[in-house]
């Protein structure tokens, strides 16, 4: 994610622009995946998901993405937020 340090630190910053990274977890969505034993499914994602905690709505991704497009994020510049249940600190 070099682009955020680079713009976050670039010409862009005098301007007011920002830039932030949301780095979802697993969201439960509508999305369907083949989950045959033998393709992609459990059998070779299920090692991957043994720490994912809970599944994350979709509005709870958007809220934290309405929060870094707010003012109340106003000096926010350069994260890369995870919003993954803590899965990525384990």
């Known amino acids: 994610m070099w682009w955020v340090d680079d713009v976050a ?9 920002r830039a932030n990274a949301l780095c979802p977890g697993g969201t439960a969505t509508g999305i369907t995946v083949n989950a045959d034993q033998a393709a992609h499914g459990p059998a070779s994602l299920g090692p991957h998901f043994v720490n994912l905690g809970r599944l994350a709505q979709p509005e709870e991704q958007a809220a934290v993405i309405l929060f870094l497009a707010s003012e109340a994020a106003s000096n926010v510049n350069g994260a890369i937020l995870p919003v993954d249940d803590g899965w990525s600190a384990d």
Do not use: S
């Open 9 to 17: 630190g670039g010409d862009e910053r005098p301007d007011g622009i």
